[in-house]
T-cell receptor, first 113, second 110 residues
Framework: EADIYQTPRYLVIGTGKKITLECSQT?????MYWYQQDPGMELHLIHY???????EKGDLSSESTVSRIRTEHFPLTLESARPSHTSQYLC????????????FGQGTRLTVV | SQKIEQNSEALNIQEGKTATLTCNYT??????LQWYRQDPGRGPVFLLL?????KEKRKERLKVTFDTTLKQSLFHITASQPADSATYLCALEGDYKLSFGAGTTVTVRA
């Protein structure tokens, strides 16, 4: 069982609101990732981090921002939510000693109305 | 730019047959390649990793091959079962980024 947690699981919020999606892992992994995925569509990497105080943009441009102040925590923030941000957001981590596979959280399904 | 391509058409097969999925990549020099399974509404789950110096890897009914000259990996599900119905993704890491192909959806008919 992977020890990576995302909250909330579901979020319905009004346009213009600021939101933060939480992601925490207890495996001590250095690498963490945020992906965006619409139903039936492919996973798009939007942010990643290879350690504390490192954050990089992924393959898909996103208006969200991330921070990595602690190894275990990688929150994603949208300053002003819009209906176009409606999607599923998946957090993952990897990089344990001798391990390379990524472990995913349960995801947050965001709906902006 | 780096690309990961999987056969986009869904695969429908009869129970007991072998499903073969393809993953091609460009502008990567991977030390390894990974395969994941994703069920609807859930995050991907790791299945297998194959390293650049390995030609073939097996795990139960799964088999993966890796040809770094062709820049291709093949993923086989042998003796398929309805429970194998899912989307299968290949993944590569480059410059700390872990990127996925679009996935191939497999449906196994009983």
């Amino acid at each position: 069982e992977a020890d990576i947690y995302q909250t909330p699981r579901y979020l319905v919020i009004g346009t213009g609101k600021k939101i933060t999606l939480e992601c925490s892992q207890t495996m001590g992994h250095d690498k963490m990732y945020w992906y965006q995925q619409d139903p039936g569509m492919e996973l798009h990497l939007i942010h990643y981090s290879y350690g504390v105080n490192s954050t990089e943009k992924g393959d898909l441009s996103s208006e969200s921002t991330v921070s990595r102040i602690r190894t275990e925590h990688f929150p994603l923030t949208l300053e002003s939510a819009r209906p176009s941000h409606t999607s599923q957001y998946l957090c993952a981590s990897s990089g344990g000693v001798g391990e390379t596979e990524a472990f995913f959280g349960q995801g947050t399904r965001l709906t902006v109305v | 730019s780096q690309k990961i391509e999987q056969n986009s058409e869904a695969l429908n097969i009869q129970e007991g047959k072998t499903a073969t999925l393809t993953c091609n990549y460009t502008n990567y020099s991977p030390a390894y390649l990974q395969w994941y399974r994703q069920d609807p509404g859930r995050g991907p789950v790791f299945l297998l990793l194959i390293r650049e110096n390995e030609k073939e890897k097996r795990k139960e009914r799964l088999k993966v091959t890796f040809d770094t000259t062709l820049k291709q990996s093949l993923f086989h599900i042998t003796a398929s079962q309805p429970a194998d119905s899912a989307t299968y993704l290949c993944a590569l890491e480059g410059d700390y980024k872990l990127s996925f192909g679009a996935g191939t959806t497999v449906t196994v008919r009983a």
